[in-house]
């Protein structure tokens, strides 16, 4: 970690709910980039904060953030329901988008998504409440499926990383991909499967969101036509 880079624990408060998260603003960041949190998962993963460690040394600044609270993951451990809430997950999402908005740190800042799993849905639907705002999605082994009815209505440009043996899961990216009428990218990297554990895949993953954060932070956004593209 660069001694550029400043980082905080902040609290969010949400409604009558106070979120904890980490947030890292290097210096003369190009834009923020909010994670959304997957299934089970928390600012503690290991996968997301490996990625954030590569978007603060490219410059971007980025908030790791529980969209549950403590007493909420409890009971998730064992009941499984929030972590598919998708509703209430992006509306955790956007409130956290506030904040960053209001934030005399962050408000000159354009604003990206990064959602793991679960969190993926909840980055599309919240973005769909913010389209001024989020400039750019990034999703990893996410379910861009469970944003149903609000995917027609995403504004920010998307790209879906897919591991090429997570084959269920191409499958409902495409389908979605096909329904965001912006620009809307998948990338599959050969070899990966749902969680990129093999050697490699995740470095892959930092780099290819690296690239699209840093493309679509810096500029206006267009409509763009839908790819799929393999990731060797």
Known sequence: MTSSIYEKLVQV??????????????KDSKGMVLFAHGSGSSRHSPRNQYVAGVLKEAGLSTLLIDLLTVAEERVDAYATHLRFDIGLLSQ?????????????????????YFGASTGAAAALVAATKHPDAVKAIVSRGGRPDLAGSSLPHVKA??????????????????????????ECKIVIVPGATHLFEEPGKLEKVARLATDWFSQHLTKEVKDGPNRVESYS
């Not at 956007?94 to 934030?103: F, Q, V």
């Not at 090429?164 to 979605?176: F, K, P, Y």
């Open 92 to 112: 955790r999402l956007a409130g956290t988008t506030d904040w960053l908005i209001d934030n005399q740190e962050t408000r000159h800042l354009n604003i990206g």
């Open 157 to 182: 440009p998307t790209l879906l990383i897919v591991g090429g043996d997570d084959t269920a899961v191409i499958e409902l990216n495409e389908q979605a991909c096909q329904q965001i009428r912006t």
């Open 13 to 26: 408060k949400i409604g009558k709910i106070i979120l904890e998260g980490y947030l890292a603003l290097p």
